[in-house]
């Protein structure tokens, strides 16, 4: 399930706020006192039957829409008014064998804990994953969950060890193939510490024993979990407590999650519990962080909410405003604080460069996670950019600036000279979305995302198909732009030249700039003879359906033009959302996809 949209009205300090068409992945800003923290609990308040707002909850599966659940696509629920379906619904949800499907998660800005309790684990106790847990088991404080983890995963450890003891001792010879079949449960906790924290392994846990985890840094010396920054503590035990069930198709809410975070740690964060579940679940951020704001206001689904506003709504979707919006924009704040969270910028060129924004930021953290990533428009920006840059450096202590554009129609030759500076770097491929064109993960996202529920044709080898025959149509308009590009990269007219300037007179000076112009004009004219630019355009023709033969199109075609006809035409879907799921899938099942782009973030290092 997921929560579609939403009307709160007259729940202090909110008086009136509504937003609709809610994505997977939500961010709701505001500063302090704005109602972050009120509309969670009106959303939990809700969806545990007390309907403190309109809310309508939308399925996620093909069980949700089945007759005894939802029995549709939508509930729909009225403030004040109890809804049974949706009451019968999340009571139903029964959660043994560690799962967690079709519910809330709530992680609350309190994530101090005070006093740890390491009781002895009940070796007769069984399984802890052999009980099903209360339907409303994360609507709870999180705080007290984190106790309960520590409790389960030294009791599931200790069930696990009686276990093989048990069944070794009936078929001794079966040893491998018994521990084999009841893996270590800790293993999943342990890749992601070190996933979190490059450098440091948690240590083994021993359930005969309870204590505080343990863990090794670079210098491999046993440090207690408290040793941790803050920071690192409070996320590990986030991502903890949510790895204790695997919760799919589920609405998680987490309020201010860059508290004590640097915010390195707090994109971390978010980006491991978006792949929580097979990124099958709707996250909400309730934040004031600059930081996660700027880095995912393009998806269109980052909101403000005015304070100040009483009459109408109080939510603003920042993607939406314009220069009309002075009193909003004023209060949003129209510096974000770059500067100040990063020391390696990187100004990335593109008409979508606020939607790259997410792709680049992705990938340049399996790098450095101190890049931060900057739209700064078309590539004359980037120029512009780029003849200042140094200055820049000298400027402001302790950063440092790159630029990436796009290849566009360049050659090799003048890609070298462009990188020769090594501050600005070319794309190997066209555009960005010349990296979106794989069939496998274009598949698996369609399949991640039940599109293939919606379009039954859809296959590996039908979406190869549908892109190579998108790729064939746009061989026209793949020439006009190489035309475009060529004429403007070869033809422009020479800046005239005037020698000793000084020493002519004004009309000696017209004279000459007159004749130089005119001299320039007669050799442009002359270069671009019809019969001249009919060979140019003859052979680049050629060279395009050559492309299309030997794949190279992939590469040089416009990248921007087939991933937009491959989302609209084959999947059906949104862009931004098959783009988001893309690069999650991509850099998890086939990262040799972004290869390039990770070599060049690693070259900046």
């Known amino acids: 399930m997921k929560i579609k949209s939403f009307k709160i009205t007259d729940f202090k300090p909110i008086t009136n706020m509504s937003i609709d068409n809610l994505g997977s992945v939500v961010i709701i800003a505001g500063a302090n006192g704005s109602g972050k923290t009120r509309l969670k609990a009106a959303i939990v308040s809700t969806l545990q039957g007390n309907a403190s707002m309109d809310i309508t909850i939308e399925a996620t599966r093909p069980e949700e829409e089945a007759e005894k659940y939802f029995n549709g696509k939508t509930i729909e629920v009225k403030k004040g008014q109890p809804n049974n379906i949706l009451n019968n619904y999340i009571n139903s949800r029964k959660y043994g064998s560690g799962r967690y499907v079709g519910s809330l998660v709530q992680i609350d800005s309190n994530r101090s804990i005070q006093t740890l309790r390491y009781s002895a684990v009940n070796w007769l106790g069984g399984d802890p994953d052999d009980t099903e847990s209360a339907s409303n088991f994360y609507f709870s404080r999180f705080a007290d969950r984190w106790q309960n983890f520590i409790t389960y995963i030294h009791q599931k450890s200790a069930a696990r060890d009686k276990k093989l003891a048990d069944q070794l001792k009936k078929n001794p010879s079966t040893g491998e193939k018994i521990i084999e079949e009841n893996p270590n449960p800790f293993e999943k906790y342990k890749a992601i510490f070190s996933s979190l924290l490059p450098g440091k392994d948690i240590l083994e846990i021993d359930p005969a024993k309870p204590q505080e985890f343990h863990y090794t840094d670079e210098s491999k010396q046993s440090l207690p979990f408290s040793t941790l920054s803050s920071g690192e503590q409070e996320v590990i035990k986030v991502l903890f407590d949510v790895a204790q069930k695997e919760i799919r198709h589920s609405v998680i809410i987490v309020d201010e999650p860059e508290l004590h975070l640097h915010p390195t740690l707090t994109f971390k964060l978010i980006e491991e519990l978006k792949a929580i579940g097979e990124h099958t679940n709707q996250i909400i951020f309730l934040t004031h962080s600059a930081d996660l704001i700027s880095t995912y206001y393009s998806t269109g689904d980052v909101y403000f909410i005015d304070s100040l506003q009483t009459g109408e709504n109080q939510a603003h979707r920042l993607s939406d405003l314009n220069s009309t919006h002075h009193q909003i924009v004023k209060l949003v704040g129209q510096n974000l604080g770059l500067f100040a969270v990063g020391k390696k910028l990187v100004f990335v060129e593109g008409e979508n460069s606020s939607i790259d924004r997410i792709t680049y930021h992705r990938i340049a953290h399996t790098i450095d996670p ?45 890609i070298e000279a462009i990188e020769q500076s090594g501050r600005i770097r070319c794309l190997k491929r066209r555009h960005i979305e010349n990296y979106f064109l794989d069939e496998d993960v274009l598949f698996r996202v369609a399949t991640q995302l039940y599109l293939t529920e919606i379009n039954t044709d859809l296959s590996v080898e039908f979406i190869q198909r549908e892109v190579k025959r998108i790729a064939e149509e746009t061989l026209a308009f793949n020439l006009y732009k190489n035309t475009k590009e060529y004429l403007n990269q070869n033809y422009n007219l020479k800046a005239p030249k005037v020698r000793s300037v000084d020493a002519k ?30 060979t140019w355009l003859d052979e680049e023709e050629t060279r395009l359906r050559e492309m299309l033969e030997n794949g190279e199109w992939r590469n040089y075609f416009q990248g921007k033009i087939l991933f937009a006809k491959i989302c609209s035409d084959v999947l059906k879907d949104d862009q931004l959302r098959i783009r988001q799921a893309y690069v999650d899938l991509a850099l998890e099942d086939k990262p040799e996809i972004f290869d390039d782009l990770v070599q060049m973030f690693d070259a900046m290092n």
């Open 370 to 414: 101190e890049i931060k990533i900057i739209p700064v428009g078309s590539v004359y920006n980037i120029l512009t950019l780029n003849s200042i840059e140094e200055q820049i450096r000298s400027s402001i202590f302790g950063i440092d600036i790159f630029m990436v554009r796009d290849r566009d129609g360049l050659s090799d030759s003048q």
């Open 505 to 534: 007179t004004m009309d000696e000076v017209k004279d000459e700039l007159n004749l130089d112009i005119q001299n320039n004009l007669t050799d442009l004219a002359s270069r671009m003879k019809p019969e001249n630019i009919k």
